[in-house]
Structures are given as C-alpha cells and as structure tokens.
C-alpha cells in the first residue's frame, strides 16, 4: 500500500481495478442495480450490479443503463449456484464486462474464458483453502469476507479470516463483512488487505432504491439488530431481526423439513426490497449496521470512508 502526494490509499487492487479508490459496492440481490453501481463508480470505487437469478435479458439491460450513467468501470457478480450462471458467464464476455466476482461455487470452468477476453475476476471465499484453491485457477484476487457480513456467510470472522488468507496466497485480498467506516477500512489494510467490499453501508445511500421501510430499519438497527437464520440447512443468512425472521428460528428449533424453510424463503428477498414487509421479507443486513445512522449519497460514503482511513494509518 502506498500512498500519493494528495494523501490517497493506492493499492493493488485500486490499480486491478482502474479506480480511485480500492473499495467494491456489494453485489446484493435485488439491490445492487444500474442506478447504485454507476453511483459508486462514478465516486471513485467500483460499482457491481448482482446477477442474482434474473434472467439474462434484465441483467443485459442493467449492464447498459449503468454504462449509460457511467463512463467508469463496473463489474458483474454471479451466484454460481444460480440456474441461469452460464447464461451469465457468457454474457460477461458479450457485454465486455471489466470485472466480475463470484460467489456460491468455484468459477474454475470459467475463468480460462473470461482471462482469455481481459476480465478481472475475483471470487468471494470465506476459508483458506479456497482462496489458495482460487489462486491456482487463476483468480487475479480474492474478497475474503467474515460473517458479519448481510447474506449468505460461512464461520469464520474477517478479524481471524484475512490475515490466515493474507499468509497463504499472493494475491490482493479484499476484505468484506463489519466495515462501513475508516476505521474497519484501516483495520483491514493493517490485517492484510488491499481493498474493501462494503454492502450495508450503501444500504443507506441516497442512490440505493429499496423500501422506505428497509432503509429505516437498517438505521435504526442496534449492534445486536441481526441474526443468522439458516445454520440447520448449513447455509446461513444474516439479516435485520424481524417478524420474519423469529419465524424462521422457530421453524429450525422444531426442526421443519428444509423443503419448508425453502418455501418460505421463497420470493422473500424481493418482498423486503421492494415491499418493506416485515412480515414475509428477508432483509438482508450486516452486523455493522448499528454503526449506520444517516443516509448519504455514495460520493459521501466513499470519501468519507478513505478520508478517514487515511488519517488513522498516517497518524492523524
């Protein structure tokens, strides 16, 4: 890590990445569209747009209304477990996507094509073994994210993971999961990191369109405002602690079929997205969301989190 005459954080990842500042807007399904990756692109980071399971038509429309709103680069996340992950791996290559991450699988079958075309790609992982696994397929970096974070997260923290990754590969490392501030930006740059993955800070970001009623409760949220549902089935989630969530914890103490757990999860993401209900939505949340307690544009979160950050690893 070095930094510039104007005092800013310059990394490996800053330069993989082409942008000014070495952080990545999470890939949240649902959330993460053309109007927030162009917003964090266009502040000086690096915007994704989540491929979820929307069909390719929608993702191909996302990917040109944020080129629309942009002239800087993007990225494409796809959740290898998805149906529709083929469809999407070549619409990488269709579309000239800069960078891609991925997440939920190895992207070992695709990545000898998408080198091949130029992209960037960087695997999520939440282990060792899977970023030294990444590095061999050649992964030109990895985020390493701990289980504070929103979504779907695996055991280990980001404290204990990025340093144990940072031993064993070569590559950049961007931690992800607890950071919304400079001062987790600097504890990750300190553990071994390059760069950053932040979702939930942009959860409350003028330019992020969920409900009224998520954006709310993420900044009323308190340090103990989450919970991971799905440790029975082995694939937790972390989220807002709701209606919806007490619900599911009871369905897994009685220990209901995981065929139950998964109709009722389904079509929940989109009901708190897009709904605000507490009831049936699953509001995907990180454990740093006490942190949170105003909205602002992603220029301010941004600019805010590196000033800061640069201020506390040069002592001032």
Same mark, same amino acid.
């Given at each position: =890590?070095?930094?510039?005459?104007?005092?800013?954080?310059?990394?490996? %990842?800053?330069?993989?990445?082409? %942008?000014?500042?070495?952080?990545?807007?999470?890939?949240?399904?649902?959330? $993460?569209?053309?109007?927030?990756?162009?917003? %964090?692109?266009?502040?000086?980071?690096?915007?994704?747009?989540? @491929?979820?399971?929307?069909? *390719?038509?929608?993702?191909?429309? &996302?990917?040109?209304?944020?080129?629309? +709103?942009?002239?800087?680069?993007? @990225? +494409?996340?796809?959740?290898?477990?998805?149906?529709?992950?083929?469809?999407?791996?070549?619409?990488?290559?269709?579309?000239?996507?800069?960078?891609?991450?991925?997440?939920?699988?190895?992207?070992?079958?695709?990545?000898?094509?998408?080198?091949?075309?130029?992209?960037?790609?960087?695997? %999520?992982?939440?282990?060792?073994?899977?970023? *030294?696994? =990444?590095?061999?397929?050649?992964?030109?970096?990895?985020?390493?994210?701990?289980?504070?974070?929103?979504? !779907?997260?695996?055991?280990?923290?980001?404290? $204990? /993971?990025?340093?144990? *990754?940072?031993?064993?590969?070569?590559?950049?490392?961007?931690?992800?999961?607890?950071?919304?501030?400079?001062?987790?930006?600097?504890?990750?740059? =300190?553990?071994?990191?390059?760069?950053?993955?932040?979702?939930?800070?942009? /959860?409350?970001?003028?330019?992020?369109?969920? !409900?009224?009623?998520?954006?709310?409760?993420? +900044?009323?949220?308190?340090?103990?405002?989450?919970?991971?549902?799905?440790?029975?089935?082995? !694939?937790?989630?972390?989220?807002?602690?709701?209606?919806?969530?007490?619900? /599911?914890?009871?369905?897994?103490? &009685?220990?209901?079929?995981?065929?139950?757990?998964?109709?009722?999860?389904?079509?929940?993401?989109?009901?708190?997205?897009?709904?605000?209900?507490?009831?049936?939505?699953?509001?995907?949340?990180?454990?740093?969301?006490?942190?949170?307690?105003?909205?602002?544009?992603?220029?301010?979160?941004?600019?805010? +989190?590196?000033?800061?950050?640069?201020?506390?690893? !040069?002592?001032?």
């Amino acid at each position: =890590m070095t930094v510039d005459s104007g005092k800013l954080i310059t990394t490996r %990842v800053s330069e993989l990445l082409g %942008v000014k500042y070495p952080i990545i807007q999470g890939a949240m399904a649902w959330i $993460a569209d053309a109007g927030l990756a162009a917003a %964090v692109s266009n502040a000086g980071g690096l915007g994704l747009i989540a @491929g979820g399971a929307a069909p *390719v038509d929608v993702i191909r429309d &996302e990917i040109r209304k944020a080129r629309a +709103l942009t002239n800087k680069p993007i @990225g +494409l996340n796809i959740m290898l477990m998805s149906p529709n992950a083929d469809d999407l791996a070549q619409l990488v290559l269709d579309e000239k996507l800069q960078v891609i991450t991925t997440g939920a699988g190895s992207p070992g079958v695709y990545i000898e094509r998408w080198k091949a075309a130029g992209v960037t790609v960087i695997p %999520v992982v939440a282990a060792v073994a899977l970023a *030294v696994r =990444m590095e061999r397929l050649g992964a030109d970096a990895v985020i390493c994210e701990g289980c504070e974070a929103g979504g !779907h997260i695996g055991d280990l923290t980001t404290m $204990a /993971l990025v340093p144990q *990754v940072a031993d064993a590969v070569k590559i950049p490392i961007i931690a992800a999961g607890g950071i919304a501030d400079g001062r987790g930006a600097a504890a990750a740059f =300190m553990l071994g990191a390059e760069g950053v993955q932040c979702g939930t800070v942009f /959860l409350t970001a003028e330019e992020c369109a969920i !409900h009224d009623t998520y954006k709310q409760r993420v +900044l009323d949220a308190k340090d103990t405002g989450t919970v991971a549902t799905g440790r029975s089935s082995g !694939h937790p989630v972390r989220c807002l602690k709701t209606p919806f969530t007490r619900k /599911l914890l009871a369905m897994e103490k &009685e220990d209901v079929s995981l065929e139950a757990l998964e109709e009722m999860m389904s079509g929940s993401m989109r009901k708190a997205v897009q709904d605000g209900n507490l009831e049936e939505g699953s509001f995907m949340c990180g454990q740093i969301a006490g942190l949170l307690k105003e909205k602002k544009t992603c220029r301010e979160i941004i600019e805010g +989190l590196f000033g800061q950050a640069e201020g506390l690893l !040069h002592g001032r």
